[in-house]
């Protein structure tokens, strides 16, 4: 192998990606983009929920509970209604999520110690928020009750609480629950998927659309110096691009970076290989620029979206859905990724994801490798 026949090809590839436009906004602008569009558009976190309120009683005691509603950042009383009908009409509008309906006994049943059941009504058109709202729901309603239970109790002289089961909560590497922590660095193996995928597989497909492939195969240059002396040009380029991700993601959108730095780096290395040679071996395969960015776009932003762990859970999905994650090199690098960010996992323990990432590597870089040859037809 030539480094100069190397490094003339790599040249030639830089003032490629130089010249075309498309190929700058995607290397520059478009990780930036994807990234503060998941950031900022796909959050999970259910907050400030509107419900209606169709209080019967009208007392004291059911504006204390209203007002227990209103104390958390989950719920807005948006509005108190006079009936059913109105309740109703608000969910349907889709001006409420959540009705909550307090009985005309409210107060008498709390004063002789019977049992109170308070309605929510929900909009389950979003399973995952209305599962959510009635979990904030039974809190406050939960909590309202022990402050009852507690005033009753004080009431009848007596100081201490009576023995209770009681769960204490700790949460670790997401202390804060918040979405963004755990999507943002999935964001990076997709954008990572998208772009050098996308990229790579152009550069075979251009030079047989624009005609010069001949005049590339009648020099002395080998078909491994043509393939490493444009795959490496995307390959610095994809790596800048995981450097300012990782660096808008910790500075930007405050997620924690508790692993190492390095693990990192070798981890994206792999992965940027991986994408690559993917892209590699479509562009020998696809013959023109617009077939080959279609399969890349099929073969890493569906699968690297929907089937990585990124942002649904692969332990939820039906059993083949899960053996068939296995064979899509996202899902260990998402998993990788979440590790070092959150739980700054060693590399002593990311092995389970690392080998097959290992694997997936060795296995398309030799793939790619063995795909093109100099010849024409």
């Known amino acids: 192998m030539s480094l100069t026949r190397f490094l003339a090809v790599a040249k030639k590839e830089i003032v490629q990606v130089l010249r075309d436009s498309r190929s700058l906004i995607i290397v520059l602008i478009m990780p930036v983009i994807l990234l503060m569009l998941f950031g900022y558009g796909v959050n999970l976190d259910q907050k400030h929920i509107p419900i209606y309120v169709y209080d019967q009683e009208g007392s004291q005691k059911s504006q204390d509970l209203l007002k227990h509603f209103q104390a958390t950042q989950y719920f807005d009383v948006v509005q108190v209604v006079n009936g059913y009908p109105e309740l109703k009409h608000a969910l349907d509008a889709g001006d409420a999520r959540m009705g909550i309906v307090i009985p005309w006994d409210f107060s008498s049943r709390l004063y002789e110690g019977r049992p109170v059941m308070i ?3 929900v909009d389950a058109t979003d399973d995952n928020t209305a599962n959510v709202a009635i979990g904030y729901a039974q809190a406050v309603v939960q909590g309202y009750s022990s402050a009852i239970q507690l005033d009753w109790l004080r009431s009848q002289g007596q100081t201490a609480r009576p023995a209770s089961v009681t769960v204490q909560t700790r949460t670790w590497y997401n202390e804060d629950l918040e979405s963004s922590a755990f999507i943002i660095p999935g964001v990076l193996a997709l954008v990572m998927s998208v772009i050098g995928t996308f990229l790579s597989s152009l550069t075979i497909a251009r030079e047989w659309e624009r005609g010069t492939m001949e005049q590339l195969i009648s020099t002395p240059v080998s078909s491994l110096e043509i393939m490493l002396g444009k795959l490496v040009p995307y390959f610095a380029i994809g790596m800048f691009d995981v450097i300012i991700c990782a660096l808008l993601a910790i500075y930007w959108f405050q997620v924690p970076f508790r692993g190492s730095f ?11 290989i991986v994408v690559l040679s993917m892209g590699f071996f479509i562009s020998v395969i696809a013959k023109t620029q617009l077939a080959a960015s279609q399969i890349a776009l099929l073969a890493t932003f569906l699968p690297a979206f929907l089937l990585s762990g990124f942002l649904f859970a692969i332990e939820q999905m039906p059993v083949v859905l899960q053996w068939i994650t296995r064979i899509i090199p996202a899902r260990y690098y998402v998993s990788v990724l979440k ?8 590399s002593t323990l990311l092995y389970a994801d690392l080998v097959p990432l290992a694997v997936f590597t060795v296995v398309l870089a030799a793939l790619a490798t063995r795909s093109f040859h100099k010849r024409l037809g």
């Open 119 to 121: 309605q929510a009504l």
């Open 262 to 272: 390095m693990t990192l780096i070798v981890s994206s290395v792999m992965f940027m």
């Open 339 to 346: 590790d070092i960010f959150l739980k700054g996992s060693p």
